[in-house]
């Protein structure tokens, strides 16, 4: 009678303290009870936090407040024993913190006598129970989301670029998101270019609207459920395993495995040069006719004060000296005039057909076999997985070591199929490589105005031997390189370079690549 009281009242989530009716019970009880033996409720903390640790923000509160009133409060009360505290151990920690304040932690509906020799037995006993309860609670929800996992159902929280939904039977499962599903699926095909660094990707894709941070897309990339895929992790005696997902895959399986050879560095894709600047190809192309220095890009404007700011994009030599800048738009527009008189004749392109194939055979000369043997390899170790599979539904071993067989061929069936994946199809590579290396050649100037920065660099460094000299509105002499002089050449030979009234100039079929253009496979050479 007579003693102070800090009344302690708890839920875990939210949602429970603002449409649940948990608080305002604990809060009644504690008070009747106080009420009843005459009590004094100084103070009542109410909190919406797990109790699986003491790192809750209102409880810290609460210990604050007893540090300062130390000597004026006898009691902490709750309700259950399970809205203090739902793990032993901490649990009689904090009671024992409480302890040497001067302030007994106790419960309404089971009191503990702590003068009692055996109170010990008690309170251990009533603050296990949550801590078992919740243990059975993870468990069944442990073995619930597993169970789905091993049917192909995903039902943790939804990647980017899925959305949460429903199947034909009200079951949960997830569906693409209408606008960012493209955008993830045009992010992998991107990456496994390998002309892009994962910075790039970040880059290129904020503009676009998918904002990701570097970890969540190192992640991103890995992340089977984007081939159909769902990975059921390790459990206790059970492997990891991949099963078939039942929801619709935003890439095709290939294209995962030879983004997990870029990402592994399993692979010969040439790698973007960096520090290019998309208005500015030509840095390190150009010398300055003047001083003979490399020209770089630069931008001006023609000042703040103005009511409409303009920007100007210039190549300048190193600001120490100060010779003459040139506009970006007029070089560029030289280069592509420059570019467009590179027409082969059809006897160039009948020749760089075949020169395409023979350098596609000999580069791949093992690449059939190679094909084969890999789905031999695959075909074994399916056929090991189903006899496995037969032994175990016949008891003839046992279930550890059929998991840990049946894993260790999942993981070797992944690194083949990756293997193969980056092989690809030969004949419908080899018709790519000829198609794509023709069109090139036909049409060199659009491509190399549609392509992007990096594209660009590779061109230029195929097309030219040396660096360019712009002076006076024009360049001089072109340095081209072997091939496309021969090809100039053998055009004038032909008298293919001129325009003469009723002259048939050559017309291809090839169709000119679109805007934006990039090589398929870079290991094409240009």
Not at 252 to 279: A, H, M
Not at 357 to 364: G, H, L, P, Q
Request: charged share 30%.
């Amino acid at each position: 009678m007579g003693k102070n009281v800090l009344g302690y009242i708890r839920v875990s989530t939210k949602d429970q303290k603002d449409f649940g009716h948990s608080l305002s019970s604990q809060n009644k009880a504690i008070a009747n009870y106080c009420d009843c033996y005459q009590m004094n409720v100084v103070e009542f903390f109410e909190e919406d936090y797990s109790a699986k640790n003491f790192n809750r923000p209102v409880f810290k509160e609460l210990k604050d407040y007893a540090k300062k009133n130390k000597g004026k409060i006898d009691y902490l009360i709750v309700q259950k024993w399970d809205r203090f505290s739902r793990n032993v151990g901490l649990a009689l920690q904090m009671i024992e913190y409480f302890k040497k304040l001067g302030i007994e932690v106790n419960c309404v509906e089971n009191w503990i006598d702590y003068n009692a020799s055996d109170y010990i037995i008690l309170l251990s006993l009533y603050l296990s129970t949550p801590e078992a309860e919740n243990s059975k609670i993870r468990d069944r929800t442990i073995a619930g989301t597993r169970e789905a996992l091993k049917q192909g159902r995903y039902v943790n929280s939804q990647p980017i670029g899925y959305i949460s939904g429903r199947d034909e039977r009200d079951k949960t499962l997830m569906k693409p998101d209408p606008i960012v599903a493209p955008l993830v699926k045009k992010l992998f095909e991107d990456y496994s270019t390998g002309l892009y660094t994962q910075q790039d990707l970040l880059k290129k894709y904020k503009v676009k609207g998918l904002k990701i941070e570097r970890s969540a897309l190192s992640r991103l990339l890995e992340n089977p459920l984007y081939m159909g895929m769902v990975k059921v992790p390790a459990y206790k005696d059970e492997p990891e395993m991949l099963v078939e997902g039942l929801h619709i895959p935003l890439i095709s399986k290939e294209t995962f495995y030879i983004v997990q050879g870029v990402k592994n560095g399993r692979t010969n894709l040439i790698k973007k040069l960096k520090g290019k600047n998309d208005n500015f190809p030509l840095t390190s192309f150009l010398t300055c006719p003047e001083c003979g220095q490399v020209l770089y890009g630069s931008q001006s404007n023609n000042g703040k004060s103005k009511k409409v700011t303009r920007t100007y994009n210039y190549y300048q030599c190193n600001s120490k000296h100060t010779c003459k800048r040139y506009r970006v738009e007029i070089i560029h527009n030289k280069l592509e005039l420059a570019l467009q008189n590179i027409k082969p004749a059809k006897e160039v392109l009948e020749l760089f057909e075949k020169i395409l194939i023979d350098e596609y055979k000999n580069v791949k000369t093992d690449r059939l076999k190679d094909i084969n043997d890999l789905d031999k390899k695959i075909a074994d170790i399916g056929y090991n997985q189903m006899m496995l599979t037969e032994k175990f539904g016949l008891d003839k071993i046992k279930e550890e070591v059929y998991n840990k067989l049946m894993d260790c061929y999942e993981k070797e069936m992944i690194d083949l199929k990756a293997a193969k994946a980056e092989l690809g199809d030969y004949q419908h590579d080899l018709d790519k490589y000829v198609s794509f290396g023709l069109s090139l050649l036909t049409n060199l100037s659009e491509f190399y105005k549609n392509a992007g920065v990096e594209v660009k660099t590779k061109l230029l460094g195929s097309i030219f031997s040396n660096k360019l000299e712009f002076f006076e509105n024009s360049f001089r002499t072109l340095p081209f390189n072997e091939a496309i002089s021969l090809i100039g050449n053998y055009n004038k030979a032909l008298g293919r370079n001129k325009n003469k009234k009723g002259s048939s100039q050559l017309r291809t079929s090839l169709t000119v690549p679109g805007v934006g253009i990039e090589p398929t496979h870079l290991s094409t050479r240009v």
